[in-house]
């Protein structure tokens, strides 16, 4: 997925996992509420990013990935 072309809002999920190690990703309409919903399953934090907004960031985060348990991947950054 290539992030730094889209322009439409996306989320970025972010926390740490129960060793204290960092994890975010970025997901992208039509995923935002979903993710949303995942984040807070998880104990996760999210925050909608408008388009324009910290593009820097956001192309460097790796792509989340939403499962049917309705929790989500959320790579170590």
Known sequence: MNV???TTRSLIVFGRDETRKPHASVFLLPQVEAAESAARLMGMHSH???PGEAPEI???????KLFDSGKAFVPFV
Do not use: H
Request: proline letters at 8%.
């Open 4 to 6: 730094a072309s889209e």
């Open 48 to 50: 909608r990013v408008e």
């Open 58 to 64: 956001v192309m460097r985060l790796p792509a989340g």
